[in-house]
């Protein structure tokens, strides 16, 4: 798990002083004893969406997105580290997401905000894991982003089945299940999904509900989900937004959810003061175009880092 530090390159205004600084200049080595900040892993791993029968290729896509990251502004407040990618080269999701887990406690125990980049949305079950482990006396909400609930029953774990996963460990430990899917799509989600969703107690909007019009409501609804909870985890399946903004992923959206709505939202959740742990999942750089699905979730891990209020 040694990051590539050759991935944060980019422009230095040397002439405009510590003010004019972007995200390469700030990123060092995780290490422990470290000051708290801003603590990124990668999850190198598409296992699970092979198993889903989707497009495979997210694997490569925690090196594009530091790449993005690396030459944008610098306006937060805290230092940055990079821990590295973990790895599932060997088809092992199981494994791995052991592997995440305890990446995500680390950081989290050492007081970072854990900041992941994904691989496919089975990192949700790692990121889960390694917060739940780091607060384990807390009663966490989970707000997802995403066309799709992901809590399809199966033999064996996908990018689809991370939130049944999330509901089945809550279940045996005790732990009330706290989950709100903003956008998801009808047509995408059969009607057993939706049966099942409302089986687990799962609160949601519909990607026709999340418009500018509608973005009052919505907020509401976020700040409601919010009182509910300790912490919250913020997981954003980057398919939630159109495919003509993020045609480089597994499952395009055919409408989706605008950029500024779901930016306006995630800022929001994380100047909240309860936000502990965030991923970014199921980009896929095969086929981005001219770095523009790179750009986006780039984007949106600055509007996280830029808007994050420490825990209260």
Known sequence: MNPDMKLWSGRID????????RWHQLATPFAPGLAAGIGIVGFACDEGVRRNQGRVGAVAAPAVIRKALANLAWHQDRPLCDMGDVACADGDLEAAHLRLAAAVEQLARAGHFPLVLGGGHETAYGTWRGLAAAHPDKVIGIINFDAHFDIREAAEATSGTPFAQIAADCASAGRPFHYLCLGVA?????QALFARAGQLGVQWLLDSALSQAGLA????????FIDQVDIVYLTID?????????PAVSAPAAMGVELPVVEALVSAIAASGKLAGADLVELNPQFDIDSHGAKTAARLAWSITRHLVKNR
């Open 14 to 21: 040397a002439g405009e002083g510590e003010l004019a600084r």
């Open 186 to 190: 009808e047509p995408s989600n059969t």
């Open 217 to 224: 409501n919505a907020q509401r609804t976020v700040q409601d």
């Open 238 to 246: 980057l398919d939630v937004l159109p495919a003509s903004v993020m």
